[in-house]
């Protein structure tokens, strides 16, 4: 079997690498990948943000099928739908690892498990109760995620920031009470009147020095300030804000600090399937993976219209 794969070789360039894939290991199962998103963590790496030793491969967030089962494997059948990792178009995947769908999904590209789990574990950090006042401050792929959640939630008021007109309209879909266009005069004085009347949870999902930066300043006292996005710079924070406030700053790591004995992205995927998460409207783009380069070239731009990349094979 041959797989095509995906390799970070020099910042800013991929390579496509035609490579034999073995027959699965008596305890793996083979899948052919579907669908994989682009995630900002790839982005990072190929832009440079990150570092990392390379070659490396890329992709973590994708769906796929099974073609071949491992002799010893049990619970899993040639044709399920299941997650899958790197960019590699074919993947032996260790069965104790593989987490499978109930459903046949419409669009396989619309069911991307694991940014759905890293909101759920987010959820945790948040400690909601009802009648919390939120601010959601950014509104691209990531920050719609979590919105689609804390819509479902009893909250008296849930209000989002972005500079994007179209990620604001999905906001007002999905449960924001109201929006802010701060890429204008008219929202950035409507964004410094809430300071008057800060929040009981704020989000960072923007990752943005100017963001961050500000954040504290929107919080209530003994309220909470969760730091959902990946800032890849160095940042200045007024500390004495976040300390005279007694701010509680949760640091949400994707998929790490969850004091619970759950499968997140066993939850995820259950999740995706009832609708509660619905990625329809998020993906955007899609590039086939011959085109991973001009892909991440676009992720990288993220022009107007772009919420989700995602790399089809």
């Known amino acids: 079997m041959k797989s095509l794969n995906v390799y970070l070789v020099a910042e800013r360039k991929v390579e496509l690498r035609e490579e034999d894939v073995p027959e699965p290991a008596p305890d793996e ?3 052919r990948c579907i669908a994989n998103g682009i995630c900002m963590g790839e982005v990072s790496l190929f832009s440079g943000w990150e570092r990392s030793r390379m070659p490396c491969k890329l992709g973590h967030e994708g769906i796929g099928v099974v073609v071949k089962v491992g002799r010893e494997v049990k619970g899993i059948a040639e044709g399920d739908y299941v ?10 995947i260790k069965a104790s690892h593989v987490r499978r769908f109930s459903i046949i999904p419409d669009d396989p590209a619309c069911y991307l498990a694991e940014p759905v789990a890293c909101v759920i574990n987010a959820l945790y950090a948040y400690d909601i109760s ?8 950014g509104a691209g792929f990531m920050g719609l995620l979590n919105l689609q959640a804390l819509g479902r939630y009893p909250l008296s008021e849930l209000v989002v920031t972005d500079v994007k007109h179209i990620n604001l ?16 005069d008219d929202g950035r004085r409507e964004l410094e009147e809430l ?9 960072d999902s923007a990752g943005a020095a100017e963001v961050i930066e500000m954040a504290g300043e929107f919080v209530r006292p003994g309220g909470r300030l969760a730091i959902f996005a990946w800032h890849h710079h160095p940042r200045t924070i007024n500390m004495s804000i976040w300390h005279t406030r007694g701010l509680r700053v949760l640091n949400t790591a994707p998929m790490i600090g969850a ?34 380069q ?18 089809v094979l």
């Open 29 to 31: 199962v083979q899948v």
């Open 259 to 292: 004091d619970r004995n759950v499968d997140n992205m066993m939850r995820a995927i259950k999740l995706l399937e009832k609708g509660y998460f619905d990625l329809h409207k998020l993906v955007t783009h899609r590039h086939h993976v011959t085109k991973v």
């Open 169 to 184: 309209e999905l906001a007002n879909e999905f449960g924001a009470t109201s929006t802010i266009d701060v890429g204008t």
């Open 130 to 137: 009802p009648g919390d006042r939120v601010l959601l401050m």
């Open 294 to 311: 001009e892909a991440l070239e676009l992720a990288c731009e993220r022009p107007e219209g772009y919420i989700k990349g995602v790399i």
């Open 83 to 92: 997650i899958c990792w790197s960019w590699d178009t074919y993947q032996n």
């Open 195 to 203: 300071k008057k009347t800060p929040f009981d949870l704020v989000i």
